[in-house]
């Protein structure tokens, strides 16, 4: 038979859990995101082409796959104006570099890589601020013309960039 004392230690600790639980004021997703419980919204301003060489669908392309990242994996609510996480930045380069040299000093592969530095501020907690480049690529045959595969690859390298903002912002590792 269970003591009074140990009943009661132990209804103590349940009840002690349960208000630790009830206090705590961050949200995780299944995107694996913290979020605190004060930010509701976020914005993004659009993301301007820096770069020396232009695609002329990117900096749309970006700023909307950012937008739509956010919106999918987080409880946060896309504003116009500035939200409680605000993102902005700049793409910073566009480039292409033959890979994979051949004995017979010919590419069979090519990279394009994208380079961002991107801007997050926190209206909430300005000490969450940050300002960071990200970079992704991806490889092509050769053999291709980029025209006939970049807007596989931007959309590629989109998904990635989006996928490490997000985490950059949102996920404390």
């Known amino acids: 038979m269970v003591s009074k004392t140990k009943?009661?230690?132990?209804?103590?600790?349940?009840?002690?859990?349960?208000?630790?639980?009830?206090?705590?004021?961050?949200?995780?997703?299944?995107?694996?995101?913290?979020?605190?419980?004060?930010?509701?919204?976020?914005?993004?301003?659009?993301?301007?082409?820096?770069?020396?060489?232009?695609?002329?669908?990117?900096?749309?392309?970006?700023?909307?796959?950012?937008?739509?990242?956010?919106?999918?994996?987080?409880?946060?609510?896309?504003?116009?104006?500035?939200?409680?996480?605000?993102?902005?930045?700049?793409?910073?380069?566009?480039?292409?570099?033959?890979?994979?040299?051949?004995a017979d000093a010919v590419s069979a592969q090519t990279r394009l890589t994208v380079s961002v530095k991107i801007r997050c501020r926190n209206s909430k907690d300005p000490k969450k601020d940050w300002e960071q480049s990200f970079s992704a690529y991806q490889d092509y045959d050769s053999e291709n013309n980029l025209a006939d595969v970049e807007e596989e690859l931007v959309k590629l390298i989109v998904d990635e960039l989006t996928e490490n903002i997000f985490n950059k912002a949102f996920a404390d590792w």
């Open 7 to 102: 009943l009661a230690l132990f209804s103590l600790a349940a009840l002690l859990a349960a208000a630790i639980l009830h206090a705590c004021t961050i949200s995780i997703t299944m995107s694996g995101a913290s979020i605190p419980e004060n930010l509701n919204t976020f914005s993004v301003q659009y993301i301007n082409n820096r770069a020396p060489l232009v695609n002329p669908d990117l900096s749309s392309t970006l700023t909307e796959g950012l937008k739509d990242r956010i919106q999918n994996e987080s409880r946060l609510s896309l504003v116009n104006e500035y939200g409680d996480v605000d993102f902005s930045g700049d793409i910073t380069s566009y480039t292409t570099k033959p890979m994979a040299v051949q």
